[in-house]
């Protein structure tokens, strides 16, 4: 039997004695890793507890590119703390301005065949290039820093055959938002997507990585593409041929399932307020007025997609009702947009061209005006995200964007007429002066440490009994953004647990910090896929400081899962979905276990609540159960 590209990726990196079959555990051997600094800070604090002197990967990369927008002395001093840490350990430096971190990795540092782990849920970018590349928990990345394994349930493999080839004005944004449509934003839970068919070879490695970026949005652990000759020459045009290697799935290769997707039937998509799979044709909503364009993230940021907007704008000046802002996603496109003359059109057209950085796909500048429509390439259109509460945000490709710029008002694209023609130049910028080499022996370099950076809390082992007052019910799709928003005023506080919990779930209760701290013991009920979107484990560790001890949901997002478990929350799981009925929005009232830990050992509770007894479930592995029993992860590192 053979192997398909993911689990040839899989079985390189394990021992070779490990079950592979779907939901068990592997230890995945990570080559690479890569933190940002929203979520970086607390990684390096959690690898400096480890105690171990040095990064044990082949490369780790530390990027600072979401707070960038220094308001004040917490984002600067930060900075320092990480340019600090990075030359003690032994890590890569990518300063702010030279990009965002995936799409910096993925024309840098991503090489076919290895591993990947980073603190960020759109890691997976890098898959467009045959690399396993994993989102998690930055105390998962400190771990992988340390040359601990990354243990992840085995997922299940699902072939993406895609064939024909994209019809004009439409583009690979449309052929995730086309999957989001079919499976949902659950519809990759506990799954690896692999992309084949005779329509990759349509694809760019950029336009892979658009897809594989929005992975995350389906739930996915990981998306990849196969290497092959489009990979070789993404690597040639910046510099990098040499790391080049071929990775294609066996003839017979099994897979789990399969979606078909024929490329050529597709037509231009537009995600709606407030969910990446609220999927539906441009035409459909076109005339719906707008206020912003903003252009650019890790989704859309390349020099492939700013050539294409430059060619739809070259010559015309958005209207004064629109606000319309590009970011770019690494310096080498803005240096490549402005040798070719792209830059010069996007500027006369009345684009405010941004720094390269995160900015505004996490609530950092351009927030939309109060009830205001925006139109992003980003990745995740969460409601609140953008800073603005009531804002509506859709999701769509470049093309749509810039055409919806043009006139003020969603558009299909389509009815601009002929598409521009472009030329794809024969090297792209590959200045790596912006990112510091840590030196040889860093042992004698200390680490800046700025006030805004407290110590990190220690939490106490499981306890037997728990009585804990219900704080919240919630329902389904439930973000780690209604957890712990992000945004200007709330991501410079990353490194201060106690300050950033007092903003925790401030979307949804503004009194739920202060309710939590006076509980002592608190709990959260929930719906399906608890704990969506961004790796940040703040979404873990600020209601585990404010007393929370277990959450209650019919089913949990991957990556916040774990993050709950590293922290000592119990993700528990009603064992009939139908008992969530039981806890109607509102409710109060007590949750009370009993004997805990023999019930983690056999993995089924039974919880005494106000609404009766309720029947729970927490399958767990003996590593989980050990993490859980010592309190934490780092708990039981220590103990090692």
């Known amino acids: 039997m053979g192997y398909s590209c993911a689990q040839k990726l899989i079985r390189s990196h394990c021992a070779p004695a490990t079950d592979f079959r779907p939901g068990g555990e592997i230890p995945l051997r990570i080559d690479q890793t890569l933190t940002q600094d929203a979520t970086g800070t607390m990684a390096f604090l959690e690898f400096e507890a480890m105690g171990v002197p040095g990064v044990r990967t082949e490369l780790s990369v530390s990027y600072i590119d979401h707070n960038t927008l220094q308001t004040g002395f917490e984002n600067a001093d930060d900075h320092a703390f990480l340019a600090s840490a990075a030359a003690k350990y032994g890590v890569r430096l990518s300063r702010a301005g030279n990009g965002i971190c995936h799409f910096v990795h993925l024309e840098r540092f991503a090489v076919p065949g290895r591993t990947l782990l980073g603190s960020d849920s759109h890691t997976p970018t890098c898959g467009g290039l045959g690399m396993l590349a994993i989102g998690a928990g930055g105390l998962d990345v400190a771990m992988a820093m340390g040359g601990y394994p990354f243990v992840v349930r085995m997922p299940r493999i699902v072939r993406v055959l895609l064939t024909g080839s994209l019809p004009p004005w439409c583009s690979a944004k449309d052929i995730v938002l086309e999957l989001l449509h079919r499976l ?68 017979d290769a099994t897979y789990d399932d399969t979606v078909e997707l024929d490329l050529s039937k597709l037509e231009p998509l537009v995600a709606l307020p407030h969910s990446p799979d609220a999927v539906v044709p441009v035409r459909e909503v076109a005339g719906t007025p707008l206020d912003q364009v903003f252009i650019g993230s890790c989704t859309n940021g390349s020099y492939l997609d700013m050539a294409r907007v430059a060619a739809i704008l070259r010559g015309k000046v958005v209207p004064p009702n629109i606000s319309l802002c590009i970011a770019p996603g690494s310096r080498s496109t803005v240096v490549q947009l402005s040798r070719g003359g792209e830059l010069a059109d996007l500027a006369e057209s009345g684009a405010r061209i941004l720094e390269s950085a995160c900015g505004p796909c996490v609530g950092i500048g351009q927030a939309p005006r109060s009830g205001g429509a925006s139109l992003r390439t980003s990745n995740r259109n969460f409601e609140g995200r953008t800073g603005t509460k009531d804002a509506r945000v859709y999701l769509a490709s470049a093309e749509t964007a810039a055409a919806s710029a043009l006139r003020g008002c969603i558009v299909d694209p389509r009815t601009l007429g002929e598409f521009p023609s472009l030329t794809w130049p024969e ?138 478990v590293n922290f000592g929350i119990l993700p528990l799981q009603f064992d009939d979905p139908a008992a969530y009925a039981l806890f109607p929005p509102g409710m109060g009232g007590r949750i009370r276990l009993r004997g805990m830990r023999r019930a983690l050992e056999l993995g089924r509770f039974e919880a005494e609540s106000d609404a009766g007894t309720v029947r729970l479930v927490c399958p767990l592995s003996e590593r989980e159960r050990g993490i859980l029993l010592a309190g934490g992860l780092l708990n039981l590192a220590a103990k090692r």
Request: net charge negative.
């Open 184 to 251: 949902s934003t659950s519809g990759g839970v506990g799954k690896i997507f692999e992309y084949a068919g005779p329509g990759i070879a349509t694809l760019s490695v950029y336009e892979r990585g658009t897809i594989t970026n929005m992975g995350a949005e389906l739930g996915a652990t990981s998306s990849v593409f196969p290497s092959d000759e489009r990979t070789r020459e993404f690597l040639k045009i910046h510099d990098r041929e040499r790391d080049y290697a071929p990775l294609e799935a066996d003839p």
């Open 427 to 564: 090297s792209l910028p590959s200045d790596d002066r912006m990112i510091v080499m840590p030196p040889e022996d860093g042992s004698r370099v200390d680490i800046v440490r700025g006030p805004n950076i407290a110590p990190l809390p220690v939490f106490p082992p499981l306890w037997d009994d728990l009585d804990a007052e219900i704080l919240l019910v919630l329902g389904d799709d439930v973000t780690t953004d209604h957890i712990m928003p992000a945004g200007a005023k709330i991501l410079p506080l990353r490194s201060n647990i106690p300050e950033i919990s007092k903003h925790c779930f401030e979307l949804v209760d503004p009194t739920f910090p202060a309710r939590a701290r006076e509980s002592g013991a608190g709990a959260i009920v929930a719906g399906d896929n608890y704990g969506q979107g961004s790796s940040r484990e703040h979404a873990a560790l600020a209601p585990r400081y404010l007393g929370v001890r277990a959450v209650v949901a019919k089913s949990f997002a991957r990556i916040h899962r774990q993050n709950l």
